[in-house]
C-alpha cells in the first residue's frame, strides 16, 4: 500500500525533477568528498612514526587537500538541502492547489457529509506531514544510500575480509527497523484519522460558543472531546513508543559492527596486514556505513506519519468530481420560464422527501414557497441551481433541462440571498463586488443605496474601505444580511432566489428591504422561501408544501378562501392582527 502512495507522491515531483537531479548530483558529490576525509586523515597518521618522527612535508599536503575536501562537501551539502527543500515545498504547493480545486469541484454532498475541521485538517496539517515526510526522506535516504554504496566501495578497496564482515552484520539492522516499522503503521494512521477526527469537532464546537452556551452544553462537550483526545494520546503514544524503539536498537547493531571492525582490524595490524592509518580509516567507515541505517530508521516515523497523510489527501482526491458533460451548453440569456416536471429527490437511499413534483413558472413571476420544516422548501432551491441533481423526472429553464446546462451558466442566472450569511475578510467593496469584482464604484454604491446598506457603510472607520474579519464577525447579523442583499442587487441576475432572506433583519428595515427586493424583482422570475408569511403575500403564486409535495397553489387571497393547510399557518402568525393587504 505504501508503495502505490509512494508512486502517486513522487508523480507530484515530476514537474521538479531538474531540482531532483541538483539532489542527486549534489548527494554524490557531497559523500564523495565527505569519503575521502578518512582516506587523507588515515595517510596524514601513517606519516607520523613516532616521537620526534613526524614527516611534515608530507602531512601538509594532506591537510590542505583535507581542507579543501570538507569545504566542498559542506558546500555541496548545503546544494543538497537547497534542492531538497524547494522541491518538497514546490511538490506540496501543487498538492495543495490539487486539493482545494477538488474541494470546489466535488458535489455539495461531499462537503455536506464531512466535518468541515476534518477538511480542513486536510488541507493544513496533512500537507505538513507530507512536506516534513518528504524533506527527511529527500535528504536523508538520498545521501543514506549513497553513502553506505561509497563507504563499501572504499572499504572493500582497502580490506575485503573486513567489508565482507560489515557487510554480513548489516542486515540485523535493517530486520529490526523493518519489524518495528510494520507494527508503528498502524497507530500512525490511527493518529492521523484522530488528528482529523479532534480538528473537526473543535472547529464545530468553537464556531457554535454560543449555542453551546445557550444550552449548557459545555460539560458535555468538554467530555466528547477528552474522549477523542484520549484516544489520540493512545495513538500517538503507540506510534512514537514505536518509533522510539528503532534509533535504540539499530545502534546496537552498529555498535556490534564498529566492534567487530576494530577487533578484525586490530588483528590484521599485528600481521601487517593493515597499517595503523588504515585501521583509523576503516573505524571511521564503520560509524559512516552505520550512521544511514540509524538515520534512515529514525525517518520512518516521518515517513509513516506522511503515507498516513497522504491517504486521507488522495482519499480526497479520489472523489469523483460534479458530472460534467462534454456537451453541455454554456446559455447566455435566460426568459426566467421554469417548469419542473414529475421530481423525485431524496437525500439518502430509501429515505423518500420530493416525489412526483410538478411546477410551471412563468415569465418574470413571483414564486413563494412555504411549508413546515422539513417539508422540501431549501430542497427544491439546492435542485434549481443544481446543487443536486435530481433522481426522476427533469427540471427545465426556457424549456432546456437543465442537465443539458453546464452548472456555471446555469447558476449565473440566478441571484441568491441565503438566511446563513457569508462574507469573508476583506474589504466592505470586495464583498459586495464578490459576483462582480469588475464593477465600478458607481454601481457598487447603487447596488448599496438599493439594498439600504449604504447608510451604516458610510458610518464604518473606512467606509467601503473598511476591512471586515472572517465571516464579518465585526459586524451584526442585519448588517452582513444587507451586504449579501447587495452584493446579488450589483449583479442583476434575471432569476432571483430568496431563501429566508431577512430573517436576520428588524421590522423595520425588513419593509425597507421588501420595497428595494419588490422593485428588484420587477422583470425577474423569483423564488421565495419564508416562514414569516407577511413577506410572500404579494407573490403572484403561492405554493404551500408538505412532506415534497405540493399540497395547495394560488395567490394570497385564493389560498384563505380555501381555508386549508395555508390558512390555518398564516391564522396562526396573524391571530388578532389585520390582514396585510395583498
Not at 419588490?518 to 413577506?535: D, N, P, W, Y
Request: glycine content about 8%; overall charge positive.
Amino acid at each position: 500500500m505504501n508503495q502505490s502512495v509512494l508512486k502517486r507522491l513522487l508523480a507530484y515531483t515530476k514537474p521538479y525533477m531538474g531540482y531532483f537531479a541538483g539532489s542527486v548530483i549534489s548527494a554524490v558529490l557531497s559523500v564523495a568528498l565527505t569519503l575521502l576525509a578518512p582516506v587523507l586523515i588515515g595517510d596524514a597518521i601513517d606519516f607520523i612514526v613516532g616521537a620526534g618522527t613526524v614527516d611534515f612535508e608530507s602531512i601538509l599536503p594532506i591537510l590542505g587537500w583535507l581542507a579543501l575536501s570538507i569545504f566542498l562537501a559542506a558546500l555541496f551539502q548545503w546544494v543538497l538541502a537547497l534542492c531538497n527543500n524547494t522541491l518538497t515545498q514546490k511538490t506540496v504547493k501543487s498538492m495543495r492547489i490539487a486539493v482545494f480545486s477538488k474541494l470546489n469541484s466535488v458535489p455539495l454532498k461531499y462537503i455536506d457529509a464531512h466535518a468541515h475541521g476534518d477538511l480542513n485538517s486536510r488541507v493544513i496539517n496533512d500537507m505538513e506531514q507530507i512536506g516534513d515526510g518528504l524533506l527527511q526522506g529527500f535528504t536523508q535516504l538520498f545521501t543514506g544510500v549513497i553513502t553506505i554504496l561509497g563507504t563499501l566501495i572504499f572499504m572493500l578497496s582497502i580490506n575485503v575480509t573486513i567489508a565482507v564482515t560489515v557487510v554480513i552484520l548489516t542486515p540485523i539492522s535493517l530486520f529490526v527497523a523493518s519489524f518495528i516499522a510494520k507494527r508503528s503503521h498502524n497507530s500512525f494512521a490511527k493518529q492521523s484519522k484522530t488528528r482529523g477526527e479532534i480538528g473537526g469537532y473543535a472547529e464545530e464546537m468553537i464556531s457554535n460558543q454560543k449555542v453551546i452556551k445557550a444550552f449548557c452544553y459545555e460539560k458535555r462537550s468538554q467530555e466528547t472531546f477528552e474522549e477523542i483526545n484520549h484516544r489520540l494520546y493512545e495513538s500517538g503514544v503507540k506510534s512514537q513508543f514505536y518509533s522510539s524503539m528503532t534509533n535504540p536498537c539499530t545502534r546496537f547493531v552498529n555498535g556490534l559492527v564498529y566492534a567487530a571492525v576494530g577487533i578484525i582490524g586490530a588483528v590484521s595490524a599485528l600481521s601487517g596486514r593493515l597499517s595503523i592509518g588504515q585501521i583509523s580509516c576503516f573505524l571511521t567507515y564503520a560509524n559512516q556505513y552505520t550512521k544511514p541505517f540509524n538515520e534512515i530508521s529514525g525517518v520512518i516515523t516521518e515517513l509513516q506519519t506522511a503515507f498516513a497523510s497522504a491517504r486521507r489527501i488522495f482519499q480526497v482526491l479520489d472523489e469523483p468530481s460534479e458530472s460534467i458533460r462534454s456537451d453541455a451548453l454554456e446559455a447566455k440569456d435566460c426568459k426566467g420560464k421554469v417548469d419542473m416536471k414529475n421530481v423525485s429527490f431524496s437525500y439518502q437511499q430509501g429515505v423518500p422527501l420530493i416525489e412526483h413534483l410538478n411546477l410551471s413558472v412563468s415569465e418574470h413571476q413571483k414564486i413563494a414557497i412555504v411549508g413546515p420544516t422539513g417539508c422540501g422548501k431549501t430542497t427544491v432551491i439546492n435542485l434549481l441551481m443544481r446543487f443536486y441533481d435530481v433522481k426522476k423526472g427533469e427540471i427545465a429553464v426556457d424549456g432546456t433541462d437543465i442537465r443539458k446546462l453546464s452548472r456555471n451558466s446555469l447558476r449565473r442566472f440566478y441571484g441568491m440571498v441565503l438566511q446563513e450569511t457569508w462574507l469573508f475578510h476583506g474589504t466592505v467593496r470586495e464583498n459586495i463586488a464578490y459576483g462582480k469584482p469588475d464593477a465600478p464604484e458607481e454601481e457598487i454604491l447603487a447596488a448599496s443605496k438599493a439594498a439600504y446598506a449604504h447608510s451604516f457603510i458610510k458610518r464604518l472607520p473606512q467606509g467601503y474601505d473598511t476591512v471586515i474579519s472572517e465571516d464579518g464577525g465585526n459586524l451584526s447579523q442585519g448588517q452582513k444580511q444587507l451586504l449579501c442583499i447587495a452584493r446579488v442587487m450589483l449583479t442583476k441576475p434575471p432569476m432571483l432566489i430568496l431563501d429566508e432572506a431577512t430573517s436576520s433583519i428588524d421590522t423595520r428595515t425588513e419593509l425597507r428591504i421588501q420595497k428595494a427586493f419588490e422593485k428588484m424583482m420587477q422583470g425577474r422570475t423569483s423564488f421565495i422561501v419564508a416562514h414569516r408569511l407577511s413577506t410572500i403575500v404579494n407573490a403572484d403564486t403561492i405554493l404551500v408544501m408538505n412532506q415534497g409535495k405540493i399540497i395547495e397553489q394560488g395567490n394570497h387571497r385564493e389560498l384563505l378562501k380555501k381555508n386549508g393547510f395555508y390558512a390555518k399557518l398564516y391564522n396562526s402568525q396573524f391571530a388578532g392582527q389585520t390582514e396585510p393587504s395583498g
